[in-house]
């Protein structure tokens, strides 16, 4: 037998840890040294031994990515965003990893007719997208970027308003820490100004003076604004000028700029607080102020708008307001204070006083937040487990009691929807993306003052896509408690015998009518996917990939497992901390819903989940392996336990309000340990495993996929790992590659559903 067709053995180095009076001995703890050449080597054995394992697979691998590739338009064009005196948009050209993003002059707006919609209707798509348009500027080749390194992952790029300068962001590692530059794009040229270990989010000031931007601890926390000079050389020693600093671990920070170019922003927040300072952009080196002090447990954002010629803060929050409201503040009462030891209610509430509700909280509808223009106001909010967005018109002598939101419609079924790409405070169109798992993403912009559609654009699907060959469904299982876990489906019809003819089907009606089909038909082969943290929904949407195992007959399905946010902050909160392992249990309720509703059968099933959803892969791997036939783990958590312990890794003291502080609390640490998957690898049948990481993941570091693998080897899984050594968090970079990372994925999918020599 030949090396790579043996699985690496891991060597076993006892390690030893205690906490709270408890020994665990670690024994492949050594593997974290990123820097050993003998971890290093394993990694690469793991890589061999997973192609060798692969190996058979190829030639479907190399067929999907035909398929990918054959229903993408390789060179294409993005809709063009007004932002001042121009229109910019991306392209994308055959046999190119990356986009390129171009320019072109927009006709000036009429100063005695700005909200004409033909100022600010893009100019339409060309015939022949592989042809520059006329008058085209390229400002930004990240495929030039990209020349001598494996991986590039842009972080900022912003254009100052007189579109004069750029500043652009790259990371070429995958660590997320950035490089930042300016350019001239009157010149092309760069200036000398170069700031090294920036995170993402960098901008300029509206007069163009300046760029702000942040820097990050040790432990890669984002906790410093800086203020850099155009034309100047960057960082501290070149004279940037340290605007704020956070000292406390268990905040980040971010900075930004209001739509209304009026205010620059800088937010402090941790998982459950935040605090907002601001400054009138005009003087961009003045002191910043707070609008309202920290209160532990008050989490808030603002935006800054005009209604009936008052300048006002909307502040979304949770004070009182589980599911949150929206108050509309005057700005001149809001003036905050530089006092930082200012905390508690009465202090905030003395700040913010007198307070107008816009949006008031009902239970059930989860306020997002809001965004202002100068002529309405847009609301994002979810209900039933689907996004929602809502648009107020603003008018003189409309006061914000009498505002009303008048949700969009697009469509039925399950439809995701939300703004993007609406820059300018006056434009009189709001830009709308929406798509369902059965509807390509279209982009569309709604005219405000008339209600009218304008489709910009529906994304090309080649080879003959027609969405009246899918049906997309809602079911809901039943935990173990009794709570209602919704769960979205997607098929082929006259493929999913289970599903056919029963698509349509919503709330209670869903679970009853998948009951009544249990064994009336043949069970069809399922991925299960989830996640359930960070209050993030897994919101139904297309995917070009997907299709290759639709077409295949392979069911796809979402469970909205508690922990995450679809259905409102009680589900988020429910799933956290010392009740994290509803979030388990609630994925292996789904997985026994659609075997007992006869869509599946537990040797048809695959589970998958990615980074948080990587624990649940290796939490339900231990608690039900019997109703999986395989599990996907992409960059997964799966030694939470060990990560949250050690204070000094990325990001882990902003991680305690997620997941618990076992580093202090007893209590914490005996729960984690209970569902922690590495802690509770067992003597018993696993389905295959598949693990996927990347070496420069500075959010779940590739230590625990690794180590979870050993163990998993030591009692006899079927376990695969796959370490990208030139990669980060999300992945290879390019699309190409991901659509071969992807490639891979979904032929190893197939090969343990058994259809593997399905043509699709």
């Known amino acids: 037998m030949s090396e790579t067709s043996t699985a690496p053995i891991a060597e076993r180095i006892p390690h030893r840890r205690e906490h709270h009076g408890d020994v ?439 080879g003959g896509y027609d969405p009246a060959d899918y049906a997309e469904r809602r079911d809901w299982a039943v935990a173990d408690d009794g709570t209602r876990i919704p769960i979205s489906l997607v098929w082929k019809r006259g493929l999913v015998p289970a599903l056919d003819g029963a698509d349509g089907a919503d709330g209670a009606d869903g679970a009853d009518s998948a009951g009544a089909r249990e064994g009336a038909a043949e069970p069809s082969p399922t991925l299960l996917y989830g996640y359930g943290s960070y209050e993030a929904s897994m919101d139904p949407g297309f995917s070009i990939p997907r299709l290759s195992l639709l077409d295949r007959g392979v069911v796809f399905a979402i469970a909205h497992v508690r922990g995450g946010g679809e259905m409102g902050r009680a589900w988020y909160e429910n799933g956290k901390t010392l009740t994290k392992t509803n979030t388990f249990t609630d994925f292996v309720a789904s997985a026994r819903h659609l075997i007992d509703a006869g869509v599946t059968a537990p040797d048809r099933i695959v589970a998958e989940g990615g980074s948080a959803g990587g624990l649940l892969m290796g939490a339900v791997a231990n608690i039900a392996p019997e109703l999986f036939a395989g599990i996907l783990a992409d960059v997964p958590f799966v030694d939470p336990l060990t990560s949250i312990l050690m204070p000094e890794l990325p990001l882990t003291v902003i991680e305690w309000d997620e997941w618990g502080d076992p580093l202090h609390d007893p209590d914490v640490y005996a729960y984690m340990k209970a569902y922690a998957p590495y802690e509770n690898v067992t003597e018993q049948p696993y389905p295959r495993i598949l693990a996927v990481t990347s070496l420069n993941d500075t959010r779940v570091l590739y230590v625990e996929p690794a180590k979870w693998v050993a163990r998993l080897r030591e009692v006899g899984a079927d376990v695969l790992l796959r370490c990208e050594m030139e990669a980060g968090h999300g992945g290879v970079s390019g699309r190409y590659s991901a659509w071969n990372q992807r490639a891979i994925e979904l032929a190893w999918m197939l090969d343990v559903l058994g259809r593997a020599d399905t043509a699709p």
């Open 24 to 462: 665990v001995v670690d024994h492949y703890e050594w593997l974290r040294d990123k820097e050993s050449p003998a971890v290093l080597d394993h990694l690469r054995a793991e890589n061999a031994y997973s192609d060798a394992r692969m190996a058979h697979l190829e030639p479907l691998r190399e067929r999907i990515v035909a398929e990918i590739k054959g229903r993408v338009r390789e060179t294409d064009m993005g809709i063009p965003v007004r932002e001042g005196d121009w229109w910019y948009y991306g392209r994308t050209v055959e046999g190119l990893q990356y986009a390129i993003q171009c320019r072109v002059p927009a006709a000036p707006i009429d100063p005695a007719n700005p909200q004409d919609p033909a100022a600010w209707t893009p100019p339409p798509p060309l015939d022949d997208p592989s042809q520059p348009r006329e008058g085209e500027q390229v400002i930004l080749d990240a495929n030039a970027e990209a020349e001598g390194h494996e991986f590039l992952s842009l972080g900022s790029l912003d254009i100052t308003l007189d579109g004069r300068f750029m500043l652009y962001a790259v990371d070429t590692e995958g660590d997320e820490r950035y490089t930042l530059r300016i350019r001239d794009l009157t010149t092309g040229e760069n200036l000398p100004d170069e700031i090294a270990e920036t995170a993402a989010g960098a901008f300029f000031s509206p007069d163009g003076r300046f760029v702000l931007y942040c820097t990050v601890d040790d432990s890669w926390r984002p906790d410093t604004v800086w203020r850099h000079a155009v034309g100047t050389i960057g960082g501290e020693a070149g004279g940037d000028v340290r605007v704020f600093h956070e000292p406390d671990e268990s905040y980040w920070v971010g900075a930004g700029l209001t739509r209304s170019q009026r205010f620059l922003l800088i937010e402090a927040s941790s998982s459950i607080t935040s605090e907002v300072r601001y400054l009138d952009a005009s003087t961009p080196e003045g002191e910043f102020a707070v609008i309202r002090p920290r209160v532990d447990g008050v989490e808030y954002d603002v935006e800054h708008a005009i209604i009936d010629g008052r300048d006002r803060w909307l502040i979304t929050h949770n004070d009182g307001a589980p599911d949150f409201q929206v108050d509309s503040v005057p700005i001149e009462a809001g003036t905050g204070s530089t006092d930082t030891g200012s905390t508690g209610t009465e202090a905030a509430d003395a700040a913010l006083a007198p307070v107008v509700t816009l949006v008031p909280h009902l239970p059930g509808r989860r306020v997002e937040g809001v965004d202002a223009f100068a002529g309405f106001l847009v609301l994002d909010s979810r209900r039933d487990g689907l996004p929602r967005t809502g648009v107020a018109r603003l008018a003189p002598g409309i006061r914000e009691q009498d505002l009303d939101f008048v949700d969009l419609e697009v469509g039925d079924g399950l439809i995701s929807i939300g703004a993007s790409g609406n820059p300018e405070w006056g434009q009189p169109m709001l830009r709308v993306g929406y798509t369902s798992f059965i509807e390509p993403a279209t982009v569309a912009n709604h005219v405000v003052a008339t209600g009218e559609w304008i489709i910009l654009k529906r994304q090309p699907v080649l």
